[in-house]
């Protein structure tokens, strides 16, 4: 059996093999590449990174943009679902409810932290740092980080992320 030239209906040269079209074949499927385990942390990195960003863009925002009860708690809780993402990114293989888990733990200490004057002080010298440390306690901010860092946890878990 020869190997024979044919054209199709478009016009183009493919060739015949005399038992029917190649692309009937099942033999000549690709067969889909399944990404590896590598790759996968790559691309949920990648993807937890572009969320911090926007995040930190959205916090901003609200911080300048509102004054007021409101804009401090949904400030406070993008705050935590930060440091939720920032968390997921440096412990990318761990189940989502432990992360937030660390996360409430990292935001509920520096919230803590300001008992002890200790972030006003670094804040005097360092003006920035009073986005990262805050300056006074208040009781309803723990209430706004587990609120945040709980629907982070849970979109992420319904995003089927981790």
Do not use: H
């Given at each position: 059996m020869g190997r024979k030239i044919g054209?199709?209906?478009l016009g183009s040269?493919?060739?015949i093999f005399g038992m029917g079209d190649e692309r009937d074949n099942p033999l000549l499927e690709l067969a889909p590449v399944e990404p590896t385990a590598a790759q996968l942390i790559v691309?949920?990195?990648?993807?937890?990174a572009?969320?911090?960003?926007?995040?930190l863009i959205t916090g901003l925002v609200v911080t300048y943009a509102t004054v007021g009860f409101v804009g401090d708690l949904v400030g406070d809780a993008l705050y935590a679902v930060l440091i939720f993402l920032l968390v997921s990114f440096i412990l990318v293989r761990m189940n989502?409810?432990?992360v937030a888990f660390i996360a409430i733990l990292i935001c509920a200490s520096i919230e803590l932290f300001q008992l002890t004057g200790l972030p006003v002080e670094i804040a005097t010298v360092?003006?920035?740092a009073r986005f990262v440390l805050g300056t006074a306690f208040?009781?309803?901010d723990l209430v706004a980080?587990?609120?945040g860092v709980l629907v982070a946890a849970g979109v992420t878990t319904w995003r089927r992320l981790d």
């Amino acid at each position: 059996m020869g190997r024979k030239i044919g054209t199709s209906d478009l016009g183009s040269v493919r060739p015949i093999f005399g038992m029917g079209d190649e692309r009937d074949n099942p033999l000549l499927e690709l067969a889909p590449v399944e990404p590896t385990a590598a790759q996968l942390i790559v691309r949920r990195r990648l993807t937890l990174a572009a969320a911090a960003g926007l995040i930190l863009i959205t916090g901003l925002v609200v911080t300048y943009a509102t004054v007021g009860f409101v804009g401090d708690l949904v400030g406070d809780a993008l705050y935590a679902v930060l440091i939720f993402l920032l968390v997921s990114f440096i412990l990318v293989r761990m189940n989502s409810w432990r992360v937030a888990f660390i996360a409430i733990l990292i935001c509920a200490s520096i919230e803590l932290f300001q008992l002890t004057g200790l972030p006003v002080e670094i804040a005097t010298v360092f003006p920035p740092a009073r986005f990262v440390l805050g300056t006074a306690f208040d009781p309803l901010d723990l209430v706004a980080y587990i609120v945040g860092v709980l629907v982070a946890a849970g979109v992420t878990t319904w995003r089927r992320l981790d």
